[in-house]
Nanobody
Framework: VQLQASGGGLVQAGGSLRLSCAAS????????MGWFRQTPGKEREFVAAVSRGGTSTYYADSVRGRFTISRDNAENTVYLQMNNLKPEDTAVYYC???????????????????WGQGTQVTVSS
């Protein structure tokens, strides 16, 4: 599956952004979808994941209650709605797709085999 992320930008603290990730190739609904982020000099970190049908989600503690992951299998797209953004949310955000079965919360970065190119999110204070 090929992934194309978009929607990043510059926003003030407390603001909102919605990231999108469009998928092409193999059947989108076969994949668990996730969002990760990375800042310079740091390892890529998990942000959120959503199950194949969209009914189960899992979030990093740092974004739980502020971010919402969702998907539209008819449109082959996964979204990340980010509210109440903080300067520490500044990063390049990547969408990823994985085929591993099991609970969404058990997914780890190696379980995601396909990655998008990343979109920059910058939150000013």
């Amino acid at each position: 599956v090929q992934l194309q992320a978009s929607g990043g930008g510059l926003v003030q603290a407390g603001g909102s952004l919605r990231l999108s990730c469009a998928a092409s190739g193999r059947t989108f609904s076969s994949y668990v979808m996730g969002w990760f982020r990375q800042t310079p000099g740091k390892e890529r970190e998990f942000v959120a994941a959503v199950s194949r049908g969209g009914t189960s989600t899992y979030y990093a503690d740092s974004v739980r209650g502020r971010f919402t992951i969702s998907r539209d299998n008819a449109e082959n797209t996964v979204y990340l709605q980010m509210n109440n953004l903080k300067p520490e949310d500044t990063a390049v955000y990547y969408c990823a797709a994985g085929l591993r079965t099991g609970p969404v919360g058990a997914m780890r970065e190696p379980d995601f085999g396909s990655w998008g190119q990343g979109t920059q999110v910058t939150v000013s204070s």
